[in-house]
């Protein structure tokens, strides 16, 4: 009798990361990486942003930095966070606004870079600076996963000096307004 196939997403969606260690949470975030490289239409887009949410609020700081210090996975899931910013900008909100938010995520050796130019009501994101920024925000994975996951104030980070702001920091003040961030 055949195996019913398992699904890494869905698993991935409806863990708790309070019942599982380090090791599975990494495994877990590793199936479906591995699933969506090999061209297989399962990625983590299929994970809705409140069980992105739940997952990183109920994952330690230990399973978080297990997963993104595999640099496979860190990029995968940066990625798909910020494609999804274009899905979660509230253009009501932004009114006329026009800026261009640059985030470095990581550390100086292992950087990975992305850009947010908001215009015309939109967002649109790019791994390639190719503007002046309004302002550039620099902070280390787990901590960025947290703010974009609402489970983290960036005003909260910055004290802590785990998010550094160069530019504008009346619009880097107001700038989660202009998203909407899931809720676990």
Request: charged fraction near 30%.
């Amino acid at each position: 009798m055949a195996q019913p196939e398992i699904d890494p997403i869905t698993t991935l969606g409806e863990v708790d990361p309070k019942k599982v260690g380090k090791d599975e949470f990494v495994a877990l975030f590793e199936a479906a990486a591995e699933i969506a490289s090999s061209g297989a239409p399962v990625d983590l887009s299929a994970l809705r942003p409140d069980q992105f949410a739940r997952l990183i609020s109920r994952a330690s700081d230990k399973q978080l930095e297990a997963v993104v210090a595999r640099p496979e996975l860190r990029e995968r899931i940066l990625d798909e966070v910020f494609r999804r910013m274009g899905e979660h900008y509230k253009s009501e909100k932004a009114n006329s606004t026009e800026a261009v938010v640059r985030w470095r995520i990581g550390s100086d050796e292992d950087l990975l870079r992305y850009e947010c130019v908001l215009a015309d009501g939109k967002c649109t994101v790019s791994k390639d600076s190719q503007h002046e920024p309004t302002v550039t925000i620099t902070t280390p994975p787990a901590e960025f996963l947290k703010l974009a996951s609402g489970n983290a104030s960036a005003p909260m980070l910055f004290m802590k000096g785990k998010l550094k702001v160069a530019g504008d920091l009346g619009f880097a003040a107001g700038l989660a307004k202009l998203f909407q961030i899931p809720k676990a």
